[in-house]
């Protein structure tokens, strides 16, 4: 597992059924592209996540799918939908294995 | 120690091979080129123009973040790419049926001054496309 890797995410906490409400998420990762060298002008390996998904009670909001052009602490902001007061499910995927997960709740009045 | 001619020349050949070595390195890409990555992703079709807005700063002067943001009302996805990078294949948003106006926004990397250029995959199959042109002060990507 990588170190320092901490995902920060905002929701808001109330929203009305069937609004679009807007989802920040950021994770503190170094995303190493794999070209860079290091003092000895060996080559960095590559390593990034890979993938982020988000899901709302068990239902798909957004999968994305991230190469090395990625920002280092990736960074994403998208909307979805609420039917239902529910828990959003963040997961991130690293190259090395490492699967972090945070959740959210919402409630919908 | 005597430095004969011969150690010189031999030297100096020596340190003109070391010195090419890290533009072969970086001429080497990542595998896939634009072309083949549009193409494994529309399987070939037409890309059309349409409703798919791309947003990305006139000038970045910071190529290591440049913000950028893509929305496309009946996208099912979208990609990506960074025209001018080592690694075309920036990012391919998908959404699902709980995602609200199909638009994200990211950070990505431009190695240099590049055209980025954003396909949608739309509900009915169909491909369109949008290309916005980043001048990028210092470059991101490291190598």
């Known amino acids: 597992m990588a170190k320092g890797v901490k995902p920060r995410i905002k929701v808001p906490k109330q929203a009305s059924a069937g609004e679009s409400i807007t989802i920040k998420t950021l994770i503190s990762h170094k995303m190493e592209t794999g070209l860079r060298k290091d003092a000895d002008g060996n080559k960095i390996p590559q390593s990034i996540i890979n993938r982020f998904t988000c899901d709302f009670n068990g239902s798909n909001v957004v999968d994305f799918d991230m190469k090395a052009g990625i920002s280092v602490n990736p960074y994403f902001q998208f909307e979805a939908i609420v039917p239902e007061s529910g828990e959003f499910k963040f997961t991130w995927y690293d190259d090395d294995g490492s699967v972090y997960e945070k959740t959210k709740k919402i409630t919908v009045s | ?143």
């Open chain 2, 1 to 143: 120690m005597k430095i004969s001619r011969r150690k010189v020349v031999i030297t100096g050949a020596g340190v003109a091979v070391a010195s090419l070595l890290p533009i072969n390195l970086l001429a080497q890409s990542d595998g896939q080129s634009a072309e083949e990555i549009i193409k494994e992703f529309t399987g070939g079709a037409n890309i059309g123009s349409g409703d798919i807005m791309l947003t990305t700063p006139e000038i970045a002067e910071n190529g290591n973040t440049v913000p950028i943001s893509v929305e496309s009302k009946k996208a099912t996805a979208i990609k990506i790419l960074a025209l001018g990078n080592p690694g075309p294949d920036v990012v391919t948003f998908k959404f699902g049926p709980l995602s609200a106006t199909r638009s994200a926004s990211t950070r990505i990397r431009l190695r240099k001054t590049q055209d980025v250029l954003a396909i949608a995959k739309l509900e009915d199959g169909s491909f369109i496309q949008d290309i916005q042109k980043v001048k990028v002060t210092i470059g991101g990507c490291g190598g």
